[in-house]
């Protein structure tokens, strides 16, 4: 393995390891499989899948623990912005789309593994906030992300 492939596993662990601090006990659940390409967290019991084009633009869609999709309007105050290589930073104005499935919102492409998209929304009252970086998400990876969240849900 690459020392490249290297850090960015562990770059992926640490990354995950907030979120999946907010996770569950032992209740049923189902997998962290993308359903729409993009790269699936959880917070409390609730999954959710960011999801930047290569065209760029952003999307969260959101599902129960066993992965039945939930409406946009589960989320309140969702806010994401793309921190770039260079420092800049660019808001992203999200809505809840017409048949209000998901968040979505305009930006420009990524153009970087460097580049870093930030996460934040209301659950149940709880904030969530998480940045994540562009290097786990399907566009810049080799090959499909490992669904690094499986091991401590095995046999479920």
């Known amino acids: 393995m690459s020392t490249q492939k290297i850090w960015k596993s562990i770059l992926v662990l640490v990354t995950l390891i907030p979120a999946l601090a907010f996770g569950h006990g032992e209740e049923s659940h189902g997998n962290h499989d993308a359903k729409h390409g993009g790269f699936v967290m959880m917070f409390l019991e609730m999954h959710f899948e960011l999801v930047v084009g290569e065209e760029g633009g952003v999307k969260l869609y959101y599902s129960d623990p066993m992965r039945n999709d939930l409406p946009a309007s589960v989320v309140a105050d969702v ?74 849900h095995a046999g479920h």
């Open 79 to 152: 806010s994401i912005e793309i921190e770039r290589e260079n420092n800049e930073i660019e808001p992203v104005s999200m809505s809840i789309s017409s048949s209000g499935d998901l968040w979505q919102g305009d930006s420009r492409a990524l153009n970087s593994e460097n580049d870093i998209v930030r996460v934040g929304f209301l659950f149940q009252g709880e904030p969530f906030v998480l940045d994540i970086p562009a290097m786990v998400l399907p566009q810049f990876m080799d090959a499909p992300m490992p669904i690094v969240a499986e091991s401590p």
